[in-house]
């Protein structure tokens, strides 16, 4: 099994900042994928970033050059660094780790996510 734990979360001011961490932890055999997802009230779940085992970045149009992502492999962790925060992105922020794991006669893949953390920006 593989878990997934968010932390990091809380309440900021707009135009504040707020780093979240994700730590991946159990059976694996390699993490291909990391990212963050968010989810507002009375909204759809949203891709925010996501960190390839390569190190290359994919961000959506509202997290570009405000939110960068990275992972930290030997703490199989990874981090969402939020700066210049809106009231809009007030939500509930998932991570997610993608890779292979081991299984009796050939590694499978695996998809995970975590409880999620609540991000709420107001004054």
């Known amino acids: 099994q593989v878990q997934v734990v968010e932390s990091g979360g809380g309440l900021v001011q707009p135009g504040g900042s707020l780093r979240l961490s994700c730590k991946v932890s159990g059976s694996f055999i390699n993490i291909k994928t990391m990212g963050w997802d968010r989810q507002a009230p009375g909204k759809e779940r949203e891709l925010v970033a996501t960190?390839?085992?390569?190190?290359?970045?994919n961000y959506q149009d509202f997290a570009k050059g405000r939110f960068t992502i990275s992972r930290d492999d030997a703490k199989n962790t990874v981090y969402l660094q939020m700066t210049s925060l809106k009231p809009e992105d007030t939500a509930v922020y998932y991570c997610?780790?993608?890779?292979?794991?081991?299984?009796?006669?050939?590694?499978?893949?695996?998809?995970?996510w975590g409880q999620g953390t609540q991000v709420t920006v107001s004054s």
């Open positions: 960190i390839d085992i390569d190190g290359q970045t």
């Open positions: 997610t780790a993608e890779g292979s794991r081991p299984q009796l006669g050939a590694p499978t893949g695996f998809l995970s």
